[in-house]
């Protein structure tokens, strides 16, 4: 009898267990509704839509804390009440903060103009390799001799002057290099004699590269000057095609095709906007 009642009762959680399994769930309507407001902030509404957004571009950057609703909301609210200090504070007039907005607004606005066409660049390994013929990476040491950024006219004879005499004594004596880089250039790369490494040639400044470019190993140049000051080269090495990575060439050869799109964007952009240069500024 007893063993009888206990399989009714069994029976009887089983088939209620089996229906709520086999009924739809309850679902809030509120949970589908991107109006909803989460929560507000100082009279500001959070609503579900803005949540749910934020909520997935968080997921798809790696954290040191686990991402959650709650968690990517109170950083909502957080925002919110930092952008209220700073209105409140006038921050939005001040120069500084206003530069930032239009940066925005400038890189905002080529953005839109301009996505498709970025988008639609390519840039093959023929492409790259033709342009590594003429750009190659060098290993190049140097001694510099620094200038301010608007040197007057004698120091900028100083350094040119001592640049040409250390130029002579390596050109005379070459083994000299290591010990005059190490006493005169005043580069952090001194102690080193003055070795760079392999660098791309964007790396480089563009005198700098125009000196050492087709050159052997072992060319010392006379002095040349950028905007650091003069500087006496050292050819160390040259790689090749098969020695560097292809990708970062075929970045170099996008951004130079990016860089023509934007140019001829804002070639046909100046045609219409009023424009006048004082040249004898620019002297």
């Known amino acids: 009898m007893k063993t009888s009642k206990i399989f009714a009762i069994l029976s009887l959680a089983i088939s209620a267990n089996a229906f709520s399994q086999d009924k739809e769930p309850t679902v809030n309507p509120r949970n589908t509704n991107p109006e909803a407001v989460v929560a507000t902030v100082n009279g500001v509404e959070i609503k579900k839509a803005q949540l749910d957004q934020a909520f997935e571009q968080n997921l798809m950057y790696v954290s040191d804390k686990i991402v959650t609703k709650e968690k990517v909301l109170n950083d909502i609210i957080n925002r919110e009440i930092g952008v209220k200090k700073a209105k409140d504070a006038g921050y939005q007039n001040d ?9 925005v607004l400038y890189h905002a606005q080529i953005s839109k103009d301009l996505e498709k066409k970025l988008q ?7 492409e790259a390799q033709e342009y590594y013929s003429r750009a190659k990476e060098y290993r190049t040491a140097h ?10 006219k004698a120091e900028t004879e100083e350094a040119m002057k001592k640049a040409l005499e250390v130029y002579r004594q390596v050109v005379a004596k070459p083994q000299q290099w290591p010990e005059l880089a190490n006493k005169y250039s005043q580069s952090s790369t001194a102690p080193t004699a003055g070795d760079l490494g392999y660098l791309p040639a964007i790396k480089y400044a563009p005198e700098y590269f125009k000196a050492i ?6 060319f010392i140049t006379p002095p040349v000057r950028t905007q650091f000051g003069y500087h006496v080269v050292k050819v160390i090495g040259v790689r090749e095609w098969k020695e560097v990575d292809p990708a970062l060439y075929k970045k170099i050869v996008y951004d130079q095709k990016r860089d023509k799109i934007l140019e001829e964007y804002f070639a046909d952009a100046r045609k219409t906007a009023k424009i006048t240069i004082n040249k004898e500024w620019l002297k």
């Open 120 to 126: 639609a660049i390519t840039v093959s390994d023929k």
């Open 213 to 218: 470019n087709g050159k052997p190993n072992g």
């Open 143 to 152: 001694i510099l001799f620094r200038v301010r950024v608007a040197p007057d």
């Open 95 to 103: 120069p500084i903060v206003k530069s930032k907005m239009e940066d």
